[in-house]
């Protein structure tokens, strides 16, 4: 501001200020500053800032506009790379991703979130040994990663090695204890798998759990009662082995000619979710729609609610997304107040709106009441209560 005063046309003044106002979250402020600088400031870091707000507005495309030429630029400017690599990351063209962040990784500066990012290209491609090694390296350069630790935990999962994974979560939530994304790692207990069709996401995590090798089914008539749980289990071999697309397909042909059921339902909203780039507004129409059509069943209102705390995660405590899921995981649990899951989604949720107090009161329900009945939740829940007790504590003194 001091240079601002002295010269109004500082374009490196003027970018560096809009680098603060973009960490402080005024997006209004970043694209103001960044007008009255684009006649003044160096053109290649008048992108990177540009390039970050599209990063930050998750708009994809035009991140991948704004970084595309430091593909070919000379010198490099690391950081404009790493940009073009996460863009189409997110754009779903992992192999194009994986060869920009090789070359970041390769000749940049260590960096935790260049080796994050190549691992999840690496993870995208089926290429799990990379894919953990790179989580690895994140974690060395910066243990309180914890979306390395998630996806470690995943991983472990999905190659039949639980043992492992829970020491992920463990280890990761030792680092970061009031990590959302690893108190969100809840494994769907007995009772949810026999009522939902396998591995629909009952919890809403779908997208990022683990699951076991898919069997393919024997086929089923059309005509037959059997034929939608045949169906079910399809289509989640399908999404499985990363063929989203296709069972969204096939699942809105079987609904199109009458065969319409909660499970199948579930998995429409699932392979939203998980397809690339994923669908989130779909998956919360379809959620909206089970909702509606299942008034009072709490699994359609459970997946929806998480999936809007996961988007409350990058919008804000006080976005729409965050009330919203508070909204819809408040009627799963009138719908089933005898059901654990949704009751440790709500205590989330509440956590993540900074309503510590509510959010205590029902994990130490859930601690009293499910010790048996869910070790796993009960464990989760614990260790979210251990989180909120001390920082309610450390609340009063101040």
């Known amino acids: 501001m001091q240079r601002l005063n002295k010269d109004p046309k500082d374009g490196e003044a003027l970018l560096a200020l809009a680098k603060v106002a973009l960490l402080e979250?005024?997006?209004?402020?970043?694209?103001t500053l960044l007008q009255q600088a684009t006649p003044h400031a160096d053109k290649q870091e008048l992108a990177l800032v540009q390039g970050a707000l599209m990063l930050k507005r998750q708009d994809w495309k035009k991140a991948r506009e704004i970084y595309q030429p430091f593909a070919t630029q000379e010198p490099i400017r690391y950081s404009g790379l790493f940009g073009l690599g996460v863009s189409l990351l997110e754009l779903g063209q992992a192999k194009e991703a994986r060869v920009v962040l090789e070359r970041v990784v390769a000749h940049a500066p260590p960096d935790p979130s260049f080796h994050l990012e190549l691992g999840r290209a690496y993870m995208l491609l089926s290429q799990p040994r990379s894919a953990?090694?790179?989580?690895?390296?994140?974690?060395?350069?910066?243990?309180?990663?914890?979306r390395a630790w998630f996806f470690l935990a995943n991983m472990m999962g999905s190659r039949g090695k639980q043992?492992?994974?829970d020491s992920m979560v463990i280890l990761g939530l030792s680092q970061t204890p009031e990590s959302p994304l690893l108190l969100g790692l809840v494994k769907?207990?007995?009772?949810?798998?026999?009522?939902?069709?396998p591995s629909a996401p009952a919890n809403g995590w779908a997208s990022i759990r683990s699951f076991a090798?898919?069997?393919?089914?024997?086929?089923?008539?059309?005509n037959s009662e059997e034929y939608p749980i045949a169906l079910g289990k399809q289509l989640t071999a399908l999404i499985e082995r990363g063929q989203a697309r296709e069972a969204l397909k096939r699942v809105r042909e079987a609904q199109a000619r009458g065969v319409r059921t909660l499970g199948l339902k579930l998995i429409e909203g699932w392979a939203c979710e998980v397809q690339l780039p994923p669908d989130v507004k779909g998956a919360i129409r379809v959620y909206e729609e089970a909702c509606e059509a299942f008034p009072s069943h709490w699994m359609p209102r459970n997946a929806l609610g998480?999936?809007?705390?996961?988007?409350?995660l990058r919008h804000g405590p006080d976005s729409t997304y965050t009330k919203d899921?508070?909204?819809?995981l408040e009627e799963a649990v009138r719908c089933a107040p005898q059901e654990a899951e949704p009751r440790f989604n709500l205590a989330q949720v509440y956590f993540q709106a900074g309503r510590s107090a509510e959010a205590a009161t029902e994990a130490r329900r859930l601690v009293d009441e499910v010790k048996t009945s869910d070790p796993v939740i009960h464990g989760h829940a614990?260790?979210?209560?251990?989180?909120?007790?001390?920082?309610?504590?450390?609340?009063?003194t101040k």
């Not at 979250?25 to 694209?31: A, E, F, M, P, W």
């Not at 953990?132 to 914890?146: N, W």
């Not at 769907?188 to 069709?197: K, N, V």
Request: charge should be positive.
């Open 163 to 165: 043992r492992r994974a």
């Open 213 to 222: 090798p898919a069997q393919a089914p024997r086929p089923v008539d059309v």
């Open 25 to 31: 979250g005024n997006d209004s402020r970043v694209t």
């Open 325 to 328: 899921a508070i909204q819809a």
């Open 306 to 312: 998480v999936l809007l705390m996961r988007q409350g």
């Open 188 to 197: 769907q207990d007995a009772a949810s798998a026999a009522a939902a069709p």
């Open 132 to 146: 953990v090694r790179q989580f690895v390296l994140s974690l060395r350069l910066d243990p309180k990663q914890d």
């Open 382 to 396: 614990s260790k979210l209560l251990e989180v909120l007790e001390h920082k309610l504590n450390k609340d009063k």
